[in-house]
């Protein structure tokens, strides 16, 4: 098959970075150009540490943008910036996927929402793909398999590195602020929240929290069911939903969020049931910048134009 291009706006970023490394080693997709005001001209080799190509960054006006020719544009930007570029596409009838990292259309019903491992049977050649949140991710891996018999809301206690907080300076990406704590913040009504009680149906309450890391997150979701179960029922659930998935790895204990840095999966451990059988503890980690982003984003593409869906992703860590 030809090869495809991708186009990436505003790669600066720590996810950016992921994504071009990726790219760059894909068997079928070629990186076609990739954007950064502040980067202009520079080679992406000075920044992107793995990368070998002499592909330099540019800063096409977004009004460009449908006319460069990328077979897919990945949307690399903050929260509330993707909608001017995705209406210059709209406006010139392009045909390019667009894949959008942030939160801006995960509420979208006519984007389809980009869970491969819940929602590939909601793909119907969609052209624009919502990417989920790192944190959503690992929930509502860490919850789908008890969604039909939950009972009241879910509590996920949620840590991250602070590679989650982006490039741009602040109180939850400072690393003395960071050293020896744990930030709290948006203890409510986080976007994270909202979106998986939007794809569950169900309520969530999540309480997220930033330390001195620098990438992976974990996620301790506590799980009040309507009906008593014995842990081997439990694991046969999870087992009959990710068994035949490469990206969820299941194990007996709590995975530790130091292990999961750089891998490609989720892991889902603990499975710890109360005494009744009515409530369940899970354990989720996953790196925020892959599997939380752009990892995901890979899987995504590769399933809008066909390909086997982990072409690209280096599986030795989900084995």
Request: proline share 6%.
């Amino acid at each position: 098959m030809s090869v495809l291009r991708v186009g990436i706006v505003g790669a600066r970023g720590h996810v950016g970075a992921e994504l071009i490394r990726l790219l760059a080693g894909h068997p079928a997709f070629e990186l076609a150009y990739v954007t950064s005001r502040e980067r202009a001209g520079q080679p992406l080799a000075a920044h992107v540490d793995g990368y070998a190509g002499d592909l330099h960054y540019s800063s096409p006006a977004y009004e460009d943008l449908p006319d460069l020719g990328a077979d897919a544009v990945v949307l690399a930007l903050p929260n509330g910036k993707a909608g001017h570029i995705v209406g210059q596409f709209d406006a010139a009838g392009a045909d390019a996927v667009l894949l959008d990292l942030s939160a801006d259309y995960r509420f979208d019903p006519s984007w389809y929402y980009g869970l491969p491992e819940l929602t590939r049977a909601r793909y119907e050649g969609q052209r624009r793909i919502s990417n989920p949140g790192c944190y959503a991710t690992a929930m509502q891996l860490a919850i789908a398999p008890m969604r039909s018999v939950l009972e009241g809301p879910v509590q996920c206690f949620g840590v991250s590195g602070y590679s989650g907080a982006g490039t741009t300076p602040s109180d939850k990406n400072d690393v003395a602020l960071l050293r020896d704590n744990l930030m709290p913040y948006a203890l409510t009504g986080h976007v994270h929240e909202r979106e998986v009680a939007a794809q569950l149906g169900h309520p969530i309450e999540f309480m997220p929290h930033v330390a001195p890391h620098f990438r992976g997150l974990t996620i301790t979701a506590n799980l009040h069911l309507s009906i008593a179960f014995d842990r081997d029922e439990v694991l046969a659930r999870y087992h009959h939903r990710y068994g035949g998935e490469p990206l969820v790895k299941l194990q007996d204990e709590a995975p530790w969020v130091s292990r999961i840095a750089g891998a490609h999966h989720v892991a889902l451990g603990g499975f710890a049931l109360s005494g009744d059988g009515r409530r369940l503890v899970v354990v989720a980690t996953e790196d925020n910048l892959l599997k939380g982003a752009a990892t995901q984003a890979l899987q995504n593409l590769n399933l809008a134009f066909g390909l086997d869906e982990v072409a690209g992703i280096p599986l030795e860590d989900a084995a």
